[in-house]
């Protein structure tokens, strides 16, 4: 799987929720849900390469 490093993220894109999630987001900065510590994790190790965004 393909990630895309990015420094365009909305305000607190990078906090946890107070159930421990974290908010996912669309390309276009929407938050479309929200991922615990595991499928974070689980998406993570799934990463082959990384495409730095300009």
Do not use: S
Not at 37 to 51: L, R, Y
């Amino acid at each position: 799987m393909k990630a895309i490093a990015t420094d365009r993220v909305p305000d607190g894109a990078l906090e946890k929720n107070e159930d421990g999630t974290v908010n996912t987001y669309d390309a276009n900065g929407n938050k479309v849900g929200t991922a615990t510590a595991e499928e974070v994790a689980e998406a993570e190790a799934q990463i082959t390469e990384v495409e730095i965004e300009e």
